[in-house]
């Protein structure tokens, strides 16, 4: 419900802690209060989602413009490797942080189960485990950056699909298919994949969850 | 229900903001009476006193956890308190909706 016609910040005043309400104030109290308790319990504010795509987009994009000449392929550079390592470990803890931060004093489905957290770390160890095992087999595409992101993926998928959690299912799904993708596109060209993939896809998730906080 | 259709138990800026702010979590989550009280800005006292009417309605539960010598009061929004929010809204929108272009309400005009 939205209160077009009113100031929201003086009609919050107006009314008092305990006075009364016209049905204009209440509605614009109740669309004020509404929004901004979405926005303080959102785990995964658009903020972060936008600043993560562009990180991702700068950081993987720098590794495809220092890998793309390569002939043969040997991958990232010396150079590369803390630009990734840096980018990995400051979204990890940006991202914890925001999410400890949104879930303060909230129990219940807003946080993830020991459970959950499990199969997500065990999706992870086994997309490490599987492209080292397809890697020494001989497989190219094991070594790909993308093709880590499908188990992980498919983890995610299967977890909000348990929860019903279309917005966040349709996230795990667009992420198993820029792994898929990223198969087809060179070990080079994966880079390229990944860094647009990623950033549309967490571009697309910040335009979701801010469009679902106004509504 | 008041002349309006408005729960008169909602319809106080201090208990409408609880329970909008408890209706922002997913159904059965609980949100701990610091959370609540930061995100409210009321005094413990304050806040209290409203909780207990919206609990005595049944629009919400509260638990009291003991852990060592801390005490921790959490509270949810019952399955009671979401519906009477969702009537409450309803009845806003139909009351808004009734509205004149200067603002007053149709049924004011036919009162009077």
Redesign the interface.
Known sequence: ?RGD?VNHTSD?TA?????T?G??Q??A??DQ??Q???R??QPSPPWLLVTRAVMVLAALGAIWLSVRGQHPYRGPTAADIPVLVAFIVVNFAATVAVRRHAT???????RFSRGEITVLVLAIVAAVVAMAGLGAAGVDFATYPTSVLVIPGLAWTVLMAARANWRELATGLAIVVIGIVGAFAGPAGAWAVAAVGLCVMLLGSAAAIAWQQRA | MND?G?DPLI????R??IV??L????D?????F???QD?IG?TPG?LIIHLRKLEDAGYISSEKTRNGSAQKT?V?LTRQGRAALGTY?QA??D??GG?DRD?T?DHEHRRT
């Open positions: 419900m016609t919050t009314a008092g802690n305990g006075g309400l049905p204009e209440a509605a109290l109740l209060t509404t901004q308790a979405r303080k319990f303060a004093g909230v129990s219940g489905r807003s | 309006d408005l319809h106080v800026p201090t409408l903001k909008a702010t209706a922002a979590l997913p059965g989550d609980t949100l701990s610091t959370r609540l995100m009321l304050n959490t949810t809204t806003l929108r009351l808004l509205l603002g309400a």
